[in-house]
């Protein structure tokens, strides 16, 4: 009979940050997986939202199986912090801060994590799928013994899922476990073969310096790209054809991004954190940080040279921080909006995802803009006929002109 209720109980989790852009989509994924997920948040009002079937963000595939785990009871949506106690299993995706220097604040993190642990029971696993700063994993290791909590097995288990995919990555990504302890690894391998199609195991330290370094290497890859833009621009070279011409039939320049704002709440924060780490030693990732959120003010010294933006309406597509989403975290859309503002007569806004007040309709920006600068590439754009000339950096846009 003991067996029996500890077994069921290995098959209940808690996700804390449970209905945010990581922690919504994983526990709807392991909820159809068979186990019991109870979303953990703060946020009573996407609490509610979730609660009524109602995805708070977009996210491929979402809608229909929100709709099918909470009709089979196996996922709900809490602000009841009790519910850590009675799961087998409690995973952490909050999100971790860094301060005015872009430092890590290892100190915020470690009080949640505190309050969480202290809601904890001996025998749980608990599963950190945050980005962390190097070290955090191996240090709460130590911190559980000296709590007298080391009955709790821990591992590190980033998430590496592009925004918006999370459905189907989670089930074709291997999974990478950084156990505290064999024991601890193995359970979080256990637990994570019910999504992923392979386990990959690494020290915790590890772990954590590979979630850091995949979100460092697309980062630096678009700087890359990026000042390769401001270059061909300088010697009045057209770099959309140039980056065509590299990736035709030629393998080795497939990883060759095209030029465009490079932002969302990980890239950036995370090269920054790599450097930290690094005691400001990474140089590639300060340096890639100055090109790429420079971009948006470079930009607009290019579109100044062929406008009058003084004497111009600008109207600014897209203000979400990447296609077809409707996540402005870190977008750098804002502050190119920012920039305009200072050298144009003015500025209108408009997205097709995004909720903000401060936009307009997009017929509206359509009808009054006397230039179109495309700060998002939304796939919906490239149908629509322009009456003004547009300006795309990424050159996704059919009737740029």
Request: net charge neutral; with cysteine.
């Amino acid at each position: 009979m003991t067996t029996s209720t500890s077994s069921t109980k290995q098959k209940t989790i808690a996700i804390v940050g449970g209905c945010g852009h990581v922690g919504l989509p994983l526990g709807m994924a392991f909820a159809k997986a068979g186990y019991h997920v109870h979303l953990l948040d703060i946020n009573a009002q996407t609490v509610a939202m979730v609660m009524g079937g109602k995805m708070p963000f977009v996210e491929e595939g979402a809608d229909a199986l929100l709709t099918e785990v909470l009709a089979s009871g196996s996922l709900t949506a809490t602000t009841d912090t009790s519910v850590l106690k009675d799961v087998g299993i409690v995973i952490v995706t909050i999100g971790t801060p860094v301060d005015e220097y872009l430092d890590p604040s290892v100190g915020t993190f470690d009080a949640a994590l505190h309050t969480i642990i202290g809601q904890m029971s001996q025998g749980q696993l608990l599963v950190l799928r945050s980005t962390v700063f190097p070290g955090v994993t191996d240090r709460l290791g130590r911190q559980l013994s000296s709590m007298q909590k080391n009955d709790i097995d821990l591992a590190y288990c980033p998430e590496r899922i592009v925004q918006g995919e999370s459905l189907h990555e989670l089930t074709q990504l291997p999974q990478l476990i950084g156990g505290y302890t064999e024991r601890a690894g193995e359970r979080a391998a256990t637990l994570f073969k019910s999504l992923a199609p392979t386990t990959i195991f690494l020290r915790p330290v590890e772990a954590e310096l590979a979630k850091l370094y995949a979100n460092a290497w697309r980062y630096i890859n678009f700087a890359i790209s990026n000042q390769f833009w401001v270059i061909a621009q300088e010697f009045g070279a057209d770099f959309a054809k140039i980056h065509s011409a590299l990736r035709q039939d030629y393998p080795r320049m497939k990883s060759f991004a095209r030029a465009g704002f490079a932002a969302g709440p990980c890239l950036l924060k995370d090269t920054m954190q790599l450097g930290a780490f690094d005691h400001g030693s990474f140089v590639l990732g300060q340096s890639a940080m100055m090109i790429n959120e420079g971009l948006p003010y470079l930009w607009v010294q290019q579109i100044k040279k062929t406008y009058d933006l003084s004497t111009m309406n600008v109207g600014l597509l897209g203000m979400a921080f990447k296609p077809n989403s409707d996540d402005v975290r870190s977008s750098l859309s804002y502050k190119l909006r920012k920039v305009l503002i200072l050298e144009s007569k003015k500025v209108l806004c408009a997205d097709p995802y995004v909720q903000d007040p401060q936009l307009m309709s997009q017929e509206d920006v359509l009808a009054q803009a006397d230039l179109i600068v495309i700060g998002t590439p939304h796939d919906c754009y490239r149908s629509l006929a322009f009456r003004q000339p547009v300006v795309d950096i990424t050159n996704t846009i059919s009737s740029t002109r």
